[in-house]
């Protein structure tokens, strides 16, 4: 069974500060991997994912994550906070099929990130 | 394109009476998901249909939660009859076939209150 943890249910950092969101992930088979983001009040947007190839992914908002197969890990970056980036954050995992076909995400508890003015 | 439509957004009811939840995916997209996301559990898959079957619906909580989706452009989501920890957000996403990792594309929720 996939689990996905994400250290630091909440988060704060200065505006203009880098901001670091943890992922680790358990996964018998190399997962597809996701950060989404969610407003207040809002469904959940996709900022990044990772499916194949290249191990840093750059999503939106200046937002970029790098699997680290050893590591487990997909670690959620981005060089300077801005206010509006104080949201919540979900790493979320799903199964690759060997004959295809989308699967389930499992998420992970999420990250509240406050952003200081 | 009008994204993944749910309604209604916001559904307050009494305890004992019958919910349905409505959805309506991307047109194109051939696999639907259910979510839930309570305070308590975080986000939890339902439920979710590939090309109109049911696949997976190992996440339903109990025997009074049951999901159709009738054809491809519309799924519900029922709970009969409801109970206060039924409160929560819902979810719907959707994706296709085509979509490198199948990455989800999730409706604005419908918050449902059971009093």
Partial sequence: AQSVTQLGSHVSVSEGALVLLRCNYSS??????FWYVQYPNQGLQLLLKYTTGATLVKGINGFEAEFKKSETSFHLTK???HMSDAA????????RHSGGGADGLTFGKGTHLIIQP | DAGVIQSPRHEVTEMGQ?????????SGHNSLFW???TMMRGLELLIYFNNNVPIDDSGMPEDRFSAKMPNASFSTLKIQPSEPRDSAVY?????ARGLAGYEQ????????TVT
């Avoid at chain 1, 919540?88 to 799903?94: G, I, K, M, P, W």
């Avoid at chain 2, 019958?18 to 991307?26: D, F, G, H, N, S």
């Avoid at chain 2, 594309?105 to 449902?112: D, E």
């Fill in chain 2, 18 to 26: 019958e919910v349905t939840l409505r959805c309506k995916p991307i």
């Fill in chain 2, 91 to 95: 979810f719907c996403a959707s994706t």
């Fill in chain 2, 35 to 37: 979510y839930r996301q």
């Fill in chain 2, 105 to 112: 594309y999730f409706g604005p929720g419908t918050r449902l």
């Fill in chain 1, 28 to 33: 018998s088979v190399p997962p597809y991997l």
């Fill in chain 1, 79 to 81: 060089p300077s906070a």
């Fill in chain 1, 88 to 95: 919540e954050y979900f790493c979320a995992v799903s199964d």
